[in-house]
């Protein structure tokens, strides 16, 4: 059985877009509670 | 299916019963009924709007969209997941304090004849027919996929699996209105979560962990982890355009409307999108699964559930590639859990579902009985007629939907693209920029939708395959701002209610 991993491009597009969103919304959570 | 199974999924329908009992008793006008009287918390409006938005798509579609084309189908989620974030981050706040200071607009047609002053109802009429029409094939999309389902799990005729899950959903509606809506919505977007987060673990677990997995998945074929070669620009832009949907989904804008306080909208917002990333995660990996699961185990016992397998190149396969979900759920868990999961998927088409009728329901009573034909209206009979028209859709969804090979499902990406492209740009200009005026923003919503009917009826080929959604949403937005420039500016009025809605 050969071995598989998921390419780098691959790894950008699916694990980095997503999770920023929510970091964002994280952040936002405590910028915009002090205005 | 066994009894565990068919009791534990008939106390869900009960439970789901027994909240819209619960909403009757706190709705007594016509506010309360299209918008729970703006008493929606954070948490409820979060995942209300998340599981208005996230249909039986989630749990059918898209994991069998993986299983069958490999991760080149993940761009969608990529682009829904934006276009959702960008909606809750300069849309909600804004939406939800502009249709206060609007007269208190309820509806979406109300709020964009209250925001251009538009006293020939001409916005109105309009937007009300377009959301009529295209939310009783969407609604009735969901009807067909969720009889398709429950036909084969337990051993129905499409007929009755049809009325059952119909006559659930129109009950809980019709009585408690939108409170029941969102409170149901809330329920049952907890319940997709969990089963979008449980399934994908155990399952990767049960293989041998990440690494397996993945070995598992390149051995079938090698381009499934590929989520870039492969994959043609047009078929990434399309994919990813569906976020541009977003700004003019009306279920998805009602629930901006009703939150309780535009202070509770960056709570909301962690909330939805977290919801949404981590389902959309759960959907991918339970594709991506199924395809190393299904090939490596012994499944024969899924003959039972109406999962037929085949074999393709050597390679064992679901006959039915959005079965990937059910199946994993029959497998892996317990028959009491299996039930919860196949609720789950239930959950998320009622969802979508209850919210499309009841925002068809309030562009009857609220735009058009109300608003036209009868001003002087008492609250309660608003009320009624709210819930006369809901029956009344549904029944029509019902009748589009007897035919398990009908057509109504080619339509929702249609619907998708004609509310993005008529709406989406105009909510997004009303909202951001003072110089919008009447003329403008009908010009623009006419534009967009006959863009989007045209580009996917009439041109095909090239750059005409591209989704309709774009050449509508733009040609909306230079339409809107030509004629707006063209025209004689706003008045005072409409000019001195959009900074008050600036400031606060």
């Known amino acids: ?35 | 299916m066994g009894t565990a199974t068919l009791i534990t999924f008939i106390i869900y329908l009960l439970g789901m019963l027994g909240i819209g009992f619960a909403a009757y008793k706190m709705t007594s006008n016509l506010s309360d009924y299209v918008l729970g009287g703006r008493r929606l918390g954070p948490s409820v409006a979060a995942l209300s709007a998340g599981a208005s938005d996230m249909s039986g798509w989630l749990l059918l579609g898209l994991p069998g969209a993986i299983y069958a084309a490999g991760l080149g189908e993940a761009w969608i989620g990529v682009g829904l997941a934006i276009g959702a974030y960008l909606n809750w981050q300069f849309v909600a706040r804004r939406l939800r304090v502009y249709t206060e200071v609007a007269n208190d607009s309820i509806t979406v047609p109300d709020y964009l004849e209250n925001r251009f002053h538009d006293n020939s109802h001409i916005l109105r009429v309009i937007s009300a027919l377009v959301i009529l029409l295209f939310f009783t094939f969407y609604t009735s999309s969901g009807m067909v996929a969720g009889a398709k389902l429950f036909e084969a799990s337990f051993g129905l005729s499409y007929t009755q699996a049809l009325w059952i899950g119909a006559i659930v959903t129109i009950s809980y509606t019709f009585l408690g209105g939108f409170l029941a809506v969102s409170w149901t919505d809330f329920v049952q977007g907890i319940l997709m979560f969990a089963a979008l987060i449980a399934v994908p673990i155990v399952a990767i677990t049960e293989i041998g962990g990440w690494d397996a997995t993945m070995n598992a998945v390149g051995n079938i074929e090698a381009s499934n982890l590929n989520m870039v070669s492969g994959v043609g620009m047009l078929a990434i832009i399309s994919s990813m355009a569906w976020g541009l949907g977003y700004f003019g989904q009306p279920h998805i804008l009602v629930r901006f409307m009703a939150l309780r306080s535009p202070k509770d909208v960056p709570k909301a917002r962690f909330i939805g999108v977290t919801w949404m990333v981590l389902g959309l995660y759960g959907a991918i990996f339970t594709g991506l699964a199924g395809l190393a699961y299904i090939n490596s185990q012994d499944v024969g016992m899924l003959s039972e559930f109406g999962i037929t397998l085949i074999n393709e190149n050597g390679v064992q396969m679901l006959d039915d590639p959005e079965k990937v979900f059910i199946a994993f759920s029959q497998v892996l868990f317990h028959p009491v859990i299996a039930g919860i999961l196949l609720a789950a998927i239930l959950s998320a088409i009622m969802s979508t579902i209850d919210s499309q009728l009841l925002v068809s329901s309030s562009a009857l009573a609220e735009d058009f009985y109300k608003a036209i034909f009868r001003k002087q209206a008492t609250e309660r009979e608003l009320v009624w007629v709210g819930r006369i028209a809901v029956a009344g859709i549904a029944l029509i969804a019902v009748m589009l939907a007897q035919n398990p090979d009908s057509t109504v499902l080619e339509l929702v990406s249609y619907a998708w693209a004609g509310f993005g492209a008529a709406f989406g740009p105009i909510i997004i200009l009303s909202l951001f920029w003072k110089g919008i005026t009447r003329n403008g923003a009908l010009a623009g919503m006419i534009v967009g939708a006959v863009t989007v009917v045209v580009w996917a009826d009439f041109l095909s080929g090239g750059i005409f395959d591209l989704y309709e959604i774009v050449p509508g949403f733009i040609l909306n937005l230079i339409v809107a701002i030509l004629v707006s420039l063209a025209g004689p500016k706003p008045s005072k009025e409409i000019i001195a209610s959009f900074e008050e809605a600036s400031r606060r």
Do not use: D, Q, Y
């Open chain 1, 1 to 35: 059985m050969e071995e598989f991993a998921l390419t780098g491009a691959t790894w950008f597009w699916l694990f980095v877009p997503m999770p920023i969103l929510i970091l964002l919304s994280v952040i936002t959570l405590f910028t915009e509670r002090s205005e």
